[in-house]
C-alpha cells in the first residue's frame, strides 16, 4: 500500500488492468483475525525469523541466518541473471536497441555494447526510458515492491514498467524523487490512489488535491503545535500502559502474545483520543465500533490490491453482503463522526477560552476541537472525510513502525541491551515527559533505523498532470508514478550495509534524520509540500512505546511461532502476525491514576530542540504559502 495506505500511501489498484496477474483475488479476513493476512494479493516475500526464539543469538541463529543469508543470495542471482539476459526487458523498436539486443543474445558482453552504442543513442532524438515488462510470473509470490527492487538493480533510478495496455514509470532516484515531491510538486496529483479512496476519505487531505488540498492542509496544519503534540506525550504513556498491563498478565500466565494485533490495538486507542477525542479502548474491548473500523480498512486496501474495480459496478454494493457490510460500517463510523462533532461544537459554544495559535482545550485536547474552537468554516461532511483521514493515517503506519521494530530488535539483541541500558537511565520507572524525547537519543535512532528498513508505505504514488522531464527523460501527463521508497532506503549506491539494521548509522549527537539533511534519499514521512502533518506526533508515539515496552519486558520471536513474512496492505504487514514470548523484567511500578485526557505540557519547554532532534517543520510551512 502505497498509502498509509499502500494506498494512503498505498499502490494504487495494481489492479486487473495493472497487476493483476501477481496473484488471485483476495478476500476479507474476519475482523477476529485482524491483523492476519492471507499471503495477499501482491503475495509476500518471506523473512523468516529464526524459530530459536532468539535464546542462544550465537548458535542457532547465526546457523539460521547464514541459511537464509544463502538461500537469498541465490535467488537474487537467478533473478539478476534472468533481467540483465532480456527477460524481462521490453523490445525497443528502433534500429540501435534491436541491434543492440541482437548482439547481447549472441552473446557479445553488455558493457562493450553500452561503450559502442553510447554514441549511437545520444544521437537519437529524444532519449527513451528504460522498459521492463510485467510478465514476472516466476516471481508473482513476492510483495510487489520486492520485484521492483531487483528490477531496479538492472534498470536504474527511473524505468517504465508494462503491464498489458497500462504502464508505471517506477522511481527509486533521490534526485528524481525531490523533484516530483518538492521541485514541480504542482505538476502531480494523487492519481490513482484518490480514485481508491474516495469512499472512505472523500476529499481528506490525503487523496484531495489542488484547491481542496491546499484549503484544508492550511487548516489543519496549525491543529499540529508543539503544544498539542507535547499534551499527547501523557495519552501516548497512558494507552502504553494498558498494553504494559495486558503483557504483564501474559508474562504471568506463561501465554505468548501476537504484537502486530496489539499494535494495531494501541495505535488505534490513541489515534481515536488525539484526532476526535474518542476512546476505541480496544486493547480491552471488541465494540461494533472498532469492528466497523477493521472493516473499513480492511476493504480500502483489498481495493487497492484487488484486480477488479468491483464497487464501481453500480448494483454490487446493494447486493454483494461483503459491500453490505463495509457501507454499514461507513454509515456507524459516520453517525458517530457527525455525534462527537455535535458535542465538540456544543463544548466550543459553551467554552470562555481565547483561541489563539497554541490553543488547547484541557478537557478535549483533539485535533477535532483545534479546528471547530478556531471557527473552521467546512460541512460536516468535509470535517468528517478529514477526521476519518487523519484515523487511518496515523493508525495502520504506526502500528506497522512497531511492529517491524519489534521484529528487528528480535535478531539484534544487541541493539535491545543499548536500548534498554538508555531507557533504564533515563526513564526509570516514571511515565516519559516532552523532556525526555530529546534525550532518548539512542531509541529514536532505532526508530529511524526502522523507518529505513520498512518504510510505510513502502511506495508513494502520483499521477503527473503535465508533460515533464525525469532524469533527463520526457514524460507525458497522465503517467502513473510509483516512486519506491524501499528501493531509496535500500540503495546499495545510497546506503554501506543496505540489510544491516544499525542504528549507530545515525550519530546520537547529529541531526534526526529526515528527507532534508539526506537530500532525499531517505523519506520516512514524505517530502515537500504534503510530507505527513502527522510526523512529530508519530515519532513521540512510536518512542515512547518502544521505551516503555523495553523498559518493563524481554521479547522473543515465540518458540514455534509461523515465520514473519511481509504482505502488502495498506502499510507493510506480517501475513500471520508477529508472535511473541514476553518476559518481565522489573515489576510493573506503581502509577499514579491519572485521568485522561491529562494536560501536562510545560509551555515553558522549548521544543526547538526537540523539533530539530525529530522532524524538520519546514514543509509544513512551506504548504502554508
Ligand atoms: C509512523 C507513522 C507515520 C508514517 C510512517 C507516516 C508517513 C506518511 C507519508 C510517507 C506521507 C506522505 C504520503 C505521500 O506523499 O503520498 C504521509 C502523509 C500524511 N500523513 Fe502520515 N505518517 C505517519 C503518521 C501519521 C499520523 C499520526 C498522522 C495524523 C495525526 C498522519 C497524517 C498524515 C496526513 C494527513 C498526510 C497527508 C498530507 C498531505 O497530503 O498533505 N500521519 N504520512
Known sequence: MAAHFPLLHAPPSLSAKTLHFYRSKPTTPSFSSYPKRRKGLYGLSTIICSS?????????????????????????????????SGEFTVEQSG??????????KLGVPSEILEFLFSWVDAHEDCPKIPEAKGAISSIRSEAFFIPLYELFLTYGGVFRLNFGPKSFLIVSDPTIAKHILRENSKAYSKGILAEILEFVMGTGLIPADGEVWRIRRRTIVPALHQKYVAAMISLFGQATDRLCKKLDAAASDGEDVEMESLFSRLTLDIIGKAVF????????????????????????????????????????????PRQKRVSAALKLINDILDDLIAICKR???????????????????????????????????????????????GHETSAAVLTWTFYLLSKEPSVVSKLQEE????????????????????????INESLR???????LIRRSLENDVLGGYPIKRGEDIFISVWNLHRSPKLWDDVEKFKPERWPLDGPNPNETNQNFSYLPFGGGPRKCVGDMFASYETVVALAMLVRRFDFQIALGAPPVEMTTGATIHTTEGLKMTVTRRIKPPIVPTLEMPTLNADASVNLSEGDALLGQKGEVS???S
Open 95 to 104: 534500429f540501435p536497441s534491436g541491434a543492440k539486443k541482437s548482439l547481447l
Open 52 to 84: 530459536s526464539n532468539g535464546r542462544d543469538p550465537n548458535s542457532v541463529d547465526s546457523g539460521v541466518k547464514s541459511v537464509e543469508k544463502l538461500l537469498e543470495e541465490k535467488r537474487r542471482t537467478e533473478l539478476s541473471a534472468r533481467i540483465t
Open 622 to 624: 512551506s504548504a502554508h
Open 423 to 446: 531507557v533504564d537511565s533515563i526513564l526509570g520507572d516514571r511515565f516519559p515527559t516532552i523532556e525526555d524525547m530529546k534525550k532518548l537519543k539512542y531509541a529514536t535512532r532505532v
Open 347 to 393: 463544548m466550543v459554544d459553551e467554552e470562555e477560552l481565547q483561541f489563539h495559535e497554541e490553543y488547547v482545550n484541557e478537557q478535549d485536547p483533539s485535533i477535532l476541537h483545534f479546528l471547530l474552537a478556531s471557527g473552521d468554516d467546512v460541512s460536516s461532511k468535509q470535517l468528517r472525510d478529514d477526521l476519518m483521514t487523519m484515523l487511518i493515517a
Open 277 to 320: 477525542n474518542y476512546d476505541f479502548d480496544s486493547l480491552t474491548n471488541d465494540t461494533g465500533i472498532v469492528e466497523a473500523v477493521y472493516t473499513v480498512l480492511r476493504e480500502a486496501e483489498d481495493r487497492s490490491v484487488s484486480p477488479i474495480p468491483f464497487w464501481e459496478i453500480p448494483i454490487w454494493k446493494d447486493i454483494s
Open 453 to 459: 528498513l520498512y518504510p510505510q508505505p513502502p511506495v
